[in-house]
């Protein structure tokens, strides 16, 4: 067991013939991934390592089982493409793409939120949006949709991780390996401001996986989404949780990379973020190895 | 990309806001031609782009055409927070007492997935002061980003904002504030204050206006706008290369990796190693030889580095590649100060061998974060004492 995708996850490829889609769909398919098809307008018809293209999403579902699909589509088209494999009834859809404008994510998770309501109304899977800007996820030792490097997640582990950041969830992934933990499932969320999916969404999902014992939480400044995360925590959650809260000695006001780290005001303060997850109890790590050992207290309690 | 007060007005001057009329001058004689031309007393207000250009003197009402000229050559090129005062704008003055000042503004909000309309009647004051001493002032409420805000909702808000005055002539300028938000890709947009006068008649004296730099590839006809010399030296080019940079005050140790996140927390562990990150430097992915060169040659160039911190995380990122990145800087004189790096990803062993090759006391690997960070923070501390 693990969330949202496993061994028999389905998997298509929008943008499979682009450089970085052809490069992870290799490395997705190297790690064990089913990929079923991709999807390239215009190239429909073609087959790319032996996978057939599809001009179009709605093509691609009516000719196989698909349960997910990762999106290399450059910023301008990429809200599109979400919204093309949403209508097409694909019930999870990750977004890799980095640099997407704001507001057409503001509408695309808009829309989305209303196809998943619609599509629970009437007994359905609903639709589920990971990312702009993210890394995907992965169950370790089953499936990866997504970017990261597939040494780290080889073994399965009982740890669940979600995070904000691309290259500290690899860091988080290798320590929790090295410290023979390993993890069960790990979620990007993305470090853009509008995402679809926060961290209050995912945590509900690893109460429920009895194959995870424990979840680590890796933040940053910026924006409410931890502050809500350690809300959620206190009133629902009985498994324990670890966080880490990146940029903490980041200025004010300065957009460090990621367009979702930027403190205004009193919003999004490492000071704020603390104090909510405190008041969860749920122990934060100075540095990124202390996370190792507070998952290692929290599961001996 | 920030705008000047100007051009957010022009922006929501197209969309058909009542703003405050007004024209840029760049030196002391151009204020006073367009004072005399106004034939009335003016305000000139130096266009930087920072906040608090009135508590630092730049924003000055001029009830003459020689006090508008007396305004202008103190205003224009004195510094505003670091910035230099260049251009100004000299718009009418209005009678503040005749009338009220109120502040609407639209914010980008991921708690809400959207914009965030705000409103007060507490206007012409920073709205963070609102926020902080009497929030329960600020009327927040969601605006759809497909219909973008309706008059209904923007008479809704006006009212639980208690403001007086034309409340369709004042939801109508809301909506419009709204519309160029969404269809300009605004990520701020402020209208502060909005000037209400004696006719009930909604005025917009004073703007900001931030656009999504995300989306700035269609919005073209407002590249002419962007302003290098507002921005460090460094940091324009930074955007050459692609690399997303931030100039850091008081630092002394350089700070590089692949990620905005390892970036951040690379940043942390500088300071918890009892130095200051003199920036902020991701290259991205796919760390290559010339990539990590460009980016060793940018921040030598910085005189408040001492030492260079490399963090790179990646399980394809070649070690090797990003050694010969460095010992290509050393080989070509730009690298003078020590490099102190963490480099785990593959052909680390290959990195290891060139860097025996090259065997130089600037360039040391070590093998986590931590140990390259403190060495760093070490080398930069002592650089400093040795001066």
Not at chain 1, 252 to 266: C, L, P, S, Y
Not at chain 2, 133 to 157: C, F, M, N, Q, S
Request: net charge negative; with cysteine.
């Amino acid at each position: 067991m693990s969330i949202l995708v496993n061994k028999d996850t389905h998997v298509i490829v929008v943008g499979m013939t682009g450089r970085e889609g052809a490069n992870h769909t290799k490395a997705m398919r190297e790690f064990g991934t089913q990929v079923v098809a991709g999807v390239t307008p215009g190239k429909g018809g073609q087959t790319h390592e032996g996978l057939p293209i599809y001009n179009s999403v709605a093509e691609a579902v009516s000719n196989h089982q698909v349960d997910a699909s990762i999106i290399f589509v450059p910023p301008a088209g990429a809200a599109d493409a979400v919204l093309e494999s949403a209508h097409a009834g694909v019930p999870l859809v990750i977004l890799i793409t980095e640099g997407v404008p704001t507001v057409d994510m503001m509408k695309a998770v808009q829309e989305v939120k209303a196809l998943d309501h619609a599509s629970r109304e009437e007994g359905g899977k609903g639709v589920r949006l990971i990312g702009g800007n993210c890394p995907g996820l992965i169950s370790s030792g089953e499936c990866k949709i997504g970017i990261m490097p597939n040494s780290i997640y080889a073994e399965k582990g009982r740890i669940g991780l979600i995070s904000r950041s691309g290259t500290l969830t690899y860091e988080a992934g290798k320590l929790l390996q090295n410290a023979g933990l390993g993890t069960s499932t790990t979620v990007g969320i993305g470090g853009d401001p509008v995402i679809g999916t926060t961290f209050a969404d995912v945590l509900p999902l690893f109460e429920a996986d009895p194959d995870t014992d424990a979840i680590v939480v890796i933040g940053e400044i910026g924006g409410a989404d931890e502050e809500a995360a350690a809300e959620y925590i206190k009133n629902n959650m009985k498994k324990p949780v670890v966080a880490f809260i990146s940029g903490r000695s980041a200025p004010a006001g300065k957009r460090m990379g990621h367009a979702g780290a930027i403190i205004m005001g009193n919003v999004g303060t490492p000071e704020s973020k603390l104090a909510a997850f405190k008041d969860a109890n749920v122990p934060v790590a100075d540095t990124m190895p202390e996370i190792i050992e507070l998952v290692k207290q929290v599961l001996n309690k | 990309m920030k705008l000047h007060e100007y051009q957010g007005k022009e922006i929501l001057r197209q969309f058909g806001v009542n703003v405050q009329d007004g024209k840029v001058a760049y030196t002391p004689d151009e204020v006073r031609t367009i004072a005399r031309e106004y034939g009335q007393p003016v305000v000139v207000k130096a266009q930087v782009h920072v906040g608090g250009r009135g508590k630092a003197g730049g924003v000055k009402f001029s009830p003459t055409i020689d006090k508008a000229h007396e305004n202008a050559e103190k205003i224009l090129g004195m510094d505003i927070k670091g910035l230099t005062v260049n251009k100004v704008l000299v718009t009418k003055a209005v009678d503040i007492d005749a009338g009220v000042e109120y502040y609407v503004g639209m914010i980008v909000d991921r708690n809400v997935q959207s914009f965030t309309l705000m409103a007060s009647a507490e206007g012409g004051v920073e709205i963070e002061e609102v926020a902080a001493a009497t929030p329960e002032k600020i009327i927040r409420h969601r605006v759809d980003p497909v219909t973008g805000l309706r008059p209904y909702e923007a008479r809704e808000v006006a009212i639980k904002a208690g403001f007086k005055g034309n409340l369709n002539k004042i939801a109508d300028m809301m909506v419009k504030m709204s519309k160029a938000a969404l269809e300009r890709d605004a990520v701020l947009v402020e209208i502060n204050p909005l000037f209400i006068e004696a006719d009930g008649t909604p005025l917009a004296l004073d703007t900001k206006f931030e656009i999504d730099d995300n989306a700035m590839y269609r919005h073209k006809d407002l590249l002419s706008w962007r302003e290098t010399e507002a921005e460090h030296p460094l940091e324009i080019e930074a955007a050459k290369y692609g690399f997303a940079y931030v100039k850091l005050d008081d630092g002394n140790v350089g700070v590089l990796g692949n990620g905005a996140g390892i970036v951040m927390t690379s940043l942390d562990v500088v300071n918890r190693a009892g130095a200051k990150p003199a920036n902020f430097l991701d290259i991205g992915g796919g760390a290559k030889a010339e990539i990590v060169y460009n980016a060793v040659k940018l921040v030598s160039k910085d005189s408040d580095v001492k030492a260079i911190f490399i963090n790179i995380f990646g399980g394809i990122t070649r070690a090797d590649e990003v050694a010969k990145g460095v010992i290509q800087a050393l080989n070509e004189g730009i690298l003078t100060k020590p490099v102190r790096m963490r480099i785990a990803g593959t052909a680390e062993t290959e990195a290891k061998a060139l860097l025996a090759e090259v065997n130089s006391p600037l360039i040391q690997m070590y093998p986590d974060m931590f140990q390259a960070a403190e060495a760093a923070a070490q080398d930069a501390n002592n650089a400093g004492e040795n001066k």
